[in-house]
């Protein structure tokens, strides 16, 4: 029988196998760096230029 660990999937901060307890990562620490990432706004949706009001009709 497989236990907990999910078959193949990585930390996506270091690529190491992943653990039930910080899934999707493999530790603390990695968890805390991806936080991280995520307060200094490091992951960004694209996004395209709002358009200008004189651009509107109407």
Do not use: I, N
Request: with cysteine; hydrophobic share 30%.
């Amino acid at each position: 029988m497989k236990d907990k660990e999910s078959v193949g999937a990585v930390c996506p901060v270091c690529g190491r196998p992943a653990t039930p307890r910080y899934r999707p990562f493999c530790c603390a620490h990695c968890a805390d760096v991806d936080l991280g990432r995520w307060l200094r706004a490091d992951y960004r949706a694209p996004v395209r230029p709002e358009e200008e009001e004189d651009d509107l009709p109407g």
